[in-house]
């Protein structure tokens, strides 16, 4: 069982920035940082596999850098340029190569972004 603890939500305003951090017990394949906010469907901000393999969703494009260091098994997500809509619960996700789901998961985040 892969342990994932995050850190580092709180409250902005539009146009800021903050940085969230995720700690795993164990290397694993891909990391991945979710978000649901109110009233719509959890999705994926952005991945990160050992290989250094990445992906962004179109909606963060430009302004959220994500990075792992693998010999830490940490994960991190800079955000900048931040809107309200980027507001919402932000989940640290995991899988191993052989998962097609993300199995492991975070208590979760929170960022507010005010106008």
């Known amino acids: 069982q892969v342990q994932l603890v995050e850190s580092g939500g709180g409250l902005v305003q539009a146009g800021g920035s903050l940085r969230l951090s995720c700690a795993a017990s164990?290397?694993?394949?891909?990391m991945g940082w979710h978000r649901q906010g109110p009233g719509k469907e959890r999705e994926l901000v952005a991945s990160v596999t050992d290989g250094g393999s990445i992906y962004y969703a179109d909606s963060v494009k430009g302004r959220f850098t994500i990075s792992r260091d693998n010999a830490k098994n940490t994960l991190d997500l800079q955000m900048n340029s931040l809107k309200p809509g980027d507001t919402a619960m932000y989940y640290c996700?995991?899988?191993?190569?052989?998962?097609?789901?993300?199995?492991?998961w975070g208590q979760g985040t929170q960022v507010t972004v005010s106008s």
């Open positions: 164990e290397s694993i394949f891909s």
């Open positions: 996700a995991a899988r191993r190569f052989i998962e097609n789901e993300w199995r492991y």
